[in-house]
């Protein structure tokens, strides 16, 4: 059974989605797998929301699916658990802030902290069966997460869209239709497989030091931590 409740001002995109067609199809879908003994990630797929209020977002990093290895996923996009190693392409993402921003690279691959500070870590699939990527692709999370993703772009509060390899970068027309202000960011995604490559290389782009000056000039800049 998905809990999804508890998601603050993100709660009446989540229940009007839950209430449609696709809703329900994805719930049942979702009971139906489990019914059959499929281990599914992550234990909390709207993780995100939770830890993200609307009202706080600044950034919004969209990825595509869970991680499907044990232990990997824990509902935000490219974040792992303490004491897991850095898959590929979070190591590329902090690869890019030491070059971009001068920051070393972090003794844990949770973005726990950015989610806290105001990142919304957005997969557009939120779950994902052990050992199979995509395997609940096309089931109904992704208009529930093109609707998140469309209540992000209506707030008119400023912010910085990070999108990533084509697949995020499709969206930048949903929100481009929303509002003309937020800031939208494009490069290849950053898996080896495409973070140096044109037309866009990820290595190099710029978006972490781009961001902070867009979102300070704005009076958005990132909250001061005790």
Same mark, same amino acid.
């Given at each position: 059974m998905l809990d999804l409740s508890g998601c603050g001002d993100w709660q009446g995109v989540v229940d009007a989605?839950?209430?449609? %067609?696709?809703?329900?199809? =994805?719930?049942?879908?979702?009971?139906?797998? *489990?019914?059959?003994?499929?281990?599914?990630? !992550? /234990?909390?797929p709207l993780r995100a929301l939770r830890l993200t209020p609307l009202a706080q977002t600044r950034v919004v990093i969209l990825g595509q699916d869970p991680y499907h290895g044990p232990g990997q996923a824990e509902g935000l996009s490219f974040s792992?658990?303490?004491?897991? %190693?850095?898959?590929?392409? =979070?190591?590329?993402?902090?690869?890019?802030? *030491?070059?971009?921003?001068?920051?070393?690279? !972090? /003794?844990t691959g949770s973005l726990v902290r950015w989610a806290e500070g105001g990142t919304l870590l957005l997969n557009a699939v939120l779950t994902v069966e052990d050992g199979q990527p995509a395997s609940h692709a096309g089931q109904g999370w992704e208009l529930l997460t093109d609707a998140l993703m469309r209540a992000a772009a209506e707030d008119p509060a400023p912010k910085v869209f990070m999108l990533w390899g084509s697949y995020a970068q499709a969206k930048a027309p949903l929100i481009e239709a929303a509002r003309q202000d937020h800031l939208v960011l494009k490069a290849n995604h950053p898996s080896p497989l495409s973070a140096l490559k044109p037309p866009r290389p990820f290595i190099g782009c710029g978006h972490f030091s781009t961001a902070k000056a867009w979102l300070e000039e704005r009076g958005r800049g990132a909250p001061k931590r005790a």
């Open positions: 989605w839950a209430a449609s %067609p696709a809703g329900s199809k =994805l719930q049942a879908f979702v009971a139906q797998r *489990q019914a059959a003994g499929a281990v599914i990630y !992550p /234990p909390e792992v658990p303490e004491g897991v %190693p850095f898959p590929p392409s =979070l190591r590329n993402i902090f690869k890019e802030i *030491q070059r971009d921003l001068g920051k070393p690279f !972090p /003794p």
